[in-house]
């Protein structure tokens, strides 16, 4: 029998690969479609350039966003009875940033956000085999500090806190000979960091890199796994790499009006190699301990993102735009249900209304547009897509209404 890949949603949520990922953690960074590294002004500085803090006013900001995120139906194309589509999702997702003012050379911020995590539920019989339901909460505290060496060069970073906790369902009674289901409930809380440097040559460009650590994600909870209807309860766990990040970025101002930035990501997604449960007991029935307890090969690649986003001031009103093209980690041979990812496109826009002096408000919306992906018959280890089909649709649409604050 074919190996029944029950968890690996957990791993491919909580793995925020590139249609999961969620760089975009304020309004200026929604509305630039995360090109926002080189060149940033706000609190949210604390988060996506922490060495930046030590050029900005002398002065205390906050920064507050939420972003309403839906994710359209992902649509599975072969033959009756192994087509499906996977169920709408909206999600709140809130920010908060804040900068201290400085202390001599030196600053310090935090920011609270949500780098990813989302949900994924399938009703159709054959995909919820493999990804009934999954709904991950993942929350990041990221304490940042900074130092200007001079006026040109600053330094920064901070310590990455990662909490999630996630539900995660299969139910195989309707589609395999062996009426049997998976759920777990799990957690956990990790360290990371992350670091930056920032160059400015001239007062019109400003050069940055910025590196946030692969965190090894430990969830550990409970497995109600089901034969027919008789259930067994393990502690079990297993462990997901939330991949490291390099950004490598550069501004350009002109007329302190008008201001482009490119910035290269690269995501260091080839740490994922397998996915491996463990369970604090043998599992006796050899049903399950096929289906639930056997290593899962994964080996995802690392992935390039470019991203240019473009800033124009005017009096009262800051407009934004981005653009990016996101490649996706999943090779076709491992490509699943509970990731169903292909290469995107991203485009976005939005603006920030300076309401007084110290006061600012705005709105952003950005369209992830994932590609059309097809599955070559035979190359894929999961049962149905090893026929072949085709996945469309998806993508995701973020609306973004945030306010700043400077004292």
């Known amino acids: 029998m074919k190996k029944i890949i029950v968890l690996s949603t957990l791993a491919g949520s909580l793995l925020l690969g590139g249609a999961y990922k969620l760089p975009e953690q304020s309004l200026n960074s929604m509305a630039l479609g995360a090109a926002y590294v080189a060149h940033t002004t706000e609190a949210d500085t604390a988060y996506f350039n922490p060495a930046n803090m030590a050029f900005m006013g002398d002065k205390q900001y906050i920064d507050g966003a939420v972003t309403l995120i839906r994710l359209p139906s992902n649509v599975y194309t072969l033959i009756d009875p192994y087509s499906g589509e996977s169920k709408t999702e909206n999600i709140v997702v809130p920010t908060i940033h804040y900068v201290a003012a400085p202390a001599g050379d030196f600053r310090w911020g935090v920011s609270i956000a949500v780098p990813g995590g989302l949900t994924k539920r399938w009703d159709s019989a054959y995909q919820k085999l493999y990804a009934e339901e999954f709904t991950l909460k993942n929350v990041e505290v990221n304490p940042v500090v900074s130092y200007k060496i001079n006026e040109k060069f600053a330094v920064g970073g901070g310590v990455r806190l990662v909490y999630s906790e996630g539900v995660v369902k299969s139910d195989g009674r309707e589609t395999t000979p062996y009426p049997i289901a998976r759920e777990m409930e799990g957690n956990t809380i990790e360290f990371g960091y992350n670091l930056a440097v920032t160059y400015r040559p001239t007062d019109d460009i400003s050069m940055a890199v910025t590196y946030r650590s692969n965190i090894d994600l430990n969830e550990e909870g409970e497995a109600n796994l089901y034969f027919g209807g008789v259930g067994e309860q393990y502690d079990a766990e297993v462990s997901v790499p939330l991949p490291a990040a390099l950004n490598i970025a550069v501004s350009k101002t002109w007329n302190n009006r008008f201001t482009l930035e490119f910035v290269y990501e690269r995501t260091y997604w080839s740490a994922y190699k397998s996915l491996d449960f463990n369970y604090d007991q043998d599992i006796l029935n050899p049903v399950l301990e096929e289906a639930f307890n056997t290593p899962i090969p994964k080996n995802w690649k690392d992935t390039n993102t470019f991203r240019v986003g473009a800033t124009i001031e005017m009096d009262k009103i800051t407009m934004m ?87």
């Open 321 to 407: 735009m981005g653009f990016a093209i996101d490649e996706t980690p999943v090779p076709e041979e491992t490509l699943g249900f509970e990731l169903p990812d292909s290469d995107a496109k991203v485009f976005s826009m939005g603006f920030r209304y300076q309401q007084t002096e110290s006061l600012s408000w705005g709105a952003a919306f950005l369209y992830d547009s994932k590609e059309s992906r097809s599955i070559t018959p035979g190359v894929n280890s999961n049962e149905v897509l090893a026929n072949g089909g085709s996945f469309h649709e998806g993508g995701a649409y973020l609306t973004t209404i945030g306010v700043s604050y400077e004292y």
